[in-house]
């Protein structure tokens, strides 16, 4: 992949997934970052210069402030992972237009909380969309009614996965890892639909808000949980991200979004200290805002936002 040096985590797995730890190098790396972003700005003035090669994917956190919102895309095809909380701004459909995209083939509302549905309001009532994958769950609030609406009224298919189930669309191949059967009802951040893209030697884990408990259903099943990249769960919330789910994780890079000085008090000292211990990459959309990512299948770069 021909990004220039600007990489996160370069992932080595013939026999394994092994991985090559960049942590002494990252600030380092950062700098670089810096230097071929205004390379990038410059040679691609006036177009778009995270357009995906043909091997290409391409993840991006998007900035939303206290509440999450992940874009995954190829050259021909799109899944979009929560929207942020309602915004008269419409940031999460500002990107989707500034990024080319006019349909997503998933769209993956984690869990009922407005922080993560209430942006895809006006997603879906303005792009077409294939498929909705949210949990078989409900919440008592305006915003999770007008959510189910904007569904109904535009004839949108809905399906409530469960894990092990396997969603493809062109090069974009994830697996969902949870909820269980079990959190249907119950705790909602525990009842978010967790999910890991693979893409060759390369894997990313999204977690939603999953908290302690959806953490130990998964390490439970005994799934492949390994990721090179892991999407912090709950905007960094201690009340997740636990010793034994990062140990069955194994990542080299952590995204936490999060808004800036938000009254919950996350990212919590204790799971940055967790991620530190183990010497994860932290990358936090509070300090860094939009964070992209892109990989071939053998490695994961970092890339200027746009």
């Known amino acids: 992949m021909n990004r220039g040096e600007d990489y996160v985590v370069e992932t080595h797995r013939p026999s394994g997934r092994h991985r090559r730890k960049l942590g002494q190098a990252f600030a380092f790396t950062m700098a670089l970052v810096l230097a071929f972003a205004l390379a990038y700005n410059f040679i691609f003035a006036g177009g778009n210069p995270l357009m995906p090669g043909d091997n290409e994917i391409i993840v991006a956190f998007l900035d939303v402030g206290q509440g999450d919102s992940i874009l995954i895309r190829s050259r021909d095809n799109a ?39 209430g942006g895809l309001i006006p997603v879906l009532n303005r792009v077409d969309v294939g498929r909705v994958l949210m949990p078989d769950v409900v919440h008592t609030t305006d915003v999770f009614e007008n959510f189910i609406s904007v569904i109904e009224n535009n004839h949108i298919a809905a399906h409530a996965p469960v894990p092990g189930e396997r969603f493809i669309a062109g090069i974009i191949d994830f697996t969902v890892l949870s909820p269980a059967h079990s959190f249907a009802g119950s705790n909602l951040n525990d009842a978010s639909i967790v999910v890991r893209l693979d893409h060759g030697m390369t894997s990313f884990l999204f977690t939603g808000d999953a908290e302690a408990g959806s953490e130990r259903a998964m390490l439970a099943g005994r799934q492949d949980l390994r990721a090179d990249v892991i999407k912090i769960g709950h905007h960094g919330s201690r009340t997740s991200t636990t010793e034994a789910f990062l140990d069955a994780v194994q990542p080299v890079a952590a995204v936490i979004s999060v808004g800036g000085s938000n009254r919950f008090g996350h990212p919590h000292a204790d799971v940055l200290a967790r991620l530190n211990y183990r010497g994860i990459q932290i990358l936090r959309t509070d300090e860094m805002g939009t964070i992209v990512m892109a990989t071939d299948g053998e490695q994961v770069v970092l890339l200027p936002a746009s």
Not at 95 to 116: E, K, S, W
Request: no cysteine.
């Open 79 to 117: 899944v979009l992972i929560d929207g942020g909380d309602i915004n008269r701004n419409e940031p999460v459909l500002g990107y989707l237009r500034r990024m080319g995209i006019t349909r997503l083939d998933y769209v993956i509302a984690t869990h009922p909380h407005r922080d993560h549905i």
